[in-house]
């Protein structure tokens, strides 16, 4: 595949590294999405044209930090089924019975999983054949007999190609149904929290969607009218998550945090998948991989509408060798489309300050950003020759956390914050609409788009504790409480008609009744 422009040596290295298996990777993954329809590929809130088809392979985010409140661990989060309306019935939110969830560990650079967490769901009801409802009564436990729908999982960890079960029918914290039906469903979450060897934990169940963004963005930029920015597309939503907090040590490359603190992360789903030859007859048992994410917004709005679907089926070991994929890291089509809606110039290319942030972590040996910050290539016992440009979610896991945490992360001087892992709070839209305008490089902010979207926080605040994501939402989203709802669903100059016909009908329901009573 020809190259758009000249480069420079650095890119010339990578484009080096590109193996002729590259190209067969891509067209296969291709094939495999075209012809076998029983295969979904999506992820990080419906990016990839089959979400609609799975969303319960659905990952939507990924989050890495050092635990607040035990510096020694490490917290991993990630979630899955975008936009849960709080009042989905009756069947509410499952985890897929026939997937598998991972959240992956880097820890040598060479894209490939060293450590991988995998959960398996597996659904039991009390009574299928004489009762629809979720749950029959008031749910004070999570084994109450009211609760007619439950999820238990089983947790492995496999390390150096060795797996070990960590929990085995562990309870789901279930989705939460109301007031009436949860009265306390900040202790049901509590008892899902469970210990697990080598002083871990772990938890699986509904949450509170922790991201938060003006998701209209994709209305070309808010319409080209920034005064249009600062409402929540995720407010009110929920979703499904797992989450860990691991001592660091065993996360480590060898063990050892102080001469290897830098791990890469992410998350992906897998399913059994369909034949390609005729998916009609034929079906396989080998597990596939249908949905991957690392960085939050790369496949959105980095990677082009033809390789989307491709990207989430492949192993970061093989990004490299997919050119078109990594030349709009270096050639971004964002800045270009703000650029021309809103005249702010985009910054020159080749952008190596993009390919160090997505591709191989922050270093002063890796390109222009001069900081030692999350790199591999910063382990010591990291074979050099074996690091390989990966996307993943790169943590340094020897940057002790902050006591003021800022929003916008290490370009605040925050360096416990994304893109050094990703916190609950970290204003990630924010950050990487600055980072791709060049600020990351130049460390200043660019002023025309310094507000961002205009949503700097959650809606709602996060825990103190492990698991940290707030509890689910309750309420039902369309509330009908915005200006725009009210005049659309019931317009001024039709609610005085209608309550009039409500009072003429109220009065003859009234004079019927009163005239019933009379001739009795």
Request: charged fraction near 25%; proline fraction near 8%.
């Amino acid at each position: 595949m020809k190259n758009p422009s000249p480069q420079p040596r650095s890119r010339r290295r990578l484009d080096q590294s590109m193996v002729v298996l590259g190209a067969g990777a891509l067209a296969t993954s291709l094939a495999v999405l075209t012809l076998a329809p029983g295969i979904s590929a999506a992820s990080s809130h419906r990016e990839a044209p089959l979400i609609a088809g799975d969303p319960r392979a659905d990952n939507t985010d990924v989050y890495a930090f050092t635990s607040p409140n035990r510096d020694d661990t490490v917290t991993l989060v990630a979630n899955w089924i975008p936009f849960e309306e709080p009042n989905g019935g009756p069947n509410f939110y499952a985890f897929a019975d026939d997937a598998r969830y991972h959240i992956k560990i880097d820890n040598t650079g060479d894209g490939r999983a060293d450590v991988t967490y995998t959960w398996r769901f597996k659904n039991k009801i009390r009574d299928a054949a004489d009762q629809f409802l979720y749950n029959t009564g008031p749910v004070t436990s999570l084994n109450d007999p009211d609760l007619n729908f439950r999820q238990v999982y089983d947790l492995t960890v496999t390390d150096r190609g060795r797996t070990r079960t960590l929990l085995h029918n562990a309870p789901v914290a279930p989705s939460r149904t109301g007031e009436a039906s949860m009265p306390d469903y900040g202790a049901l979450r509590g008892m899902a929290v469970r210990k697990a060897p080598g002083g871990a934990k772990a938890f699986a169940g509904q949450a509170e969607d922790p991201f938060f963004a003006d998701l209209r963005v994709f209305d070309l930029l808010y319409g080209g009218d920034l005064s249009k920015r600062g409402q929540d597309t995720l407010a009110g939503y929920n979703v499904n998550s797992v989450a860990l907090q691991i001592p660091k040590k065993h996360l480590a490359l060898r063990g050892s945090t102080t001469r290897n603190p830098v791990i890469g992360v992410w998350s992906t789903t897998e399913r059994r998948g369909a034949g390609v030859t005729d998916s009609r007859s034929k079906t396989h048992t080998d597990w596939r991989q249908v949905s991957r994410l690392g960085n939050p917004l790369v496949n959105e709005v980095v990677v082009p509408l033809k390789y989307k679907d491709a990207f989430n089926t492949i192993s970061p070991n093989q990004d490299r060798t997919v050119q078109p994929v990594v030349d709009k890291v270096y050639d971004p089509i964002l800045p270009k489309l703000i650029e021309k809606v809103y005249g702010i110039p985009a910054p020159a290319t080749p952008r190596n300050d993009l390919a160090e942030i997505y591709l191989t972590g922050i270093c002063k040996a890796c390109g222009p950003i001069k900081a030692d910050l999350n790199a591999h290539q910063l382990n010591k016992d990291a074979n050099r020759r074996k690091i390989v440009p990966a996307e993943e979610l790169r943590l340094n896991m020897a940057v002790p956390p902050t006591g003021e945490p800022q929003r916008l992360g290490v370009l605040a001087g925050d360096l416990a914050g994304f893109p050094n892992g990703r916190r609950l709070a970290d204003d990630v839209v924010d950050i990487s609409l600055q980072a791709v305008e060049g600020a990351a490089q130049s460390g200043e902010l660019v002023p025309a788009l310094a507000e961002g979207d205009k949503v700097d926080t959650n809606e709602v605040p996060f825990g103190n504790g492990f698991p940290y994501l707030a509890l689910p939402h309750t309420k039902h989203v369309n509330s009908g409480t915005g200006e725009g709802v009210r005049q659309s669903a019931l317009k001024p100059a039709n609610a005085a008609s209608i309550g009039g016909v409500g009072a003429l009908l109220l009065g003859t329901g009234m004079f019927r009744l009163r005239r019933r009573r009379a001739t009795r």
